[in-house]
């Protein structure tokens, strides 16, 4: 999993068109952090965060990945290189396929 989710760690951002003529593009900028876990489930929420605090970040983090939906659906990822117009494949979950 680690190998799988590891290049996930950064900035997810979504643009939407917004409701009408006069509304602006509407973006939602996620950060998504990867962590290691030991072997075995994590009792307390509390530890994950802890973990997430202590880990010293060296760099501001990137934009991995940009998603937009209209006005034709497109799918860009900068940390592996590819892009794609499948947005509903990669929102279920196959951006994995994708690289």
Excluded: C, N
Excluded at 26 to 37: C, D, I
Excluded at 65 to 78: G, I, K, T, W
């Amino acid at each position: 999993a680690w190998a799988l989710l590891e290049p996930e760690d950064g900035l997810h951002v979504l643009e939407r068109p917004g409701a009408g003529k006069r509304e602006k593009t509407r973006r939602w900028v996620v950060r998504v952090r990867v962590l290691p876990q030991p072997v075995g489930a994590v009792d307390d929420p509390r530890t994950v965060a802890r973990q997430e605090m202590a880990r010293p970040d060296a760099q501001p983090p990137e934009i991995i990945r940009r998603y937009r939906e209209a006005p034709s659906p497109l799918v860009r990822d900068s940390r592996r290189g590819w892009r794609t117009g499948l947005l509903d494949r990669v929102l279920g979950g196959d951006f994995d396929l994708m690289g």
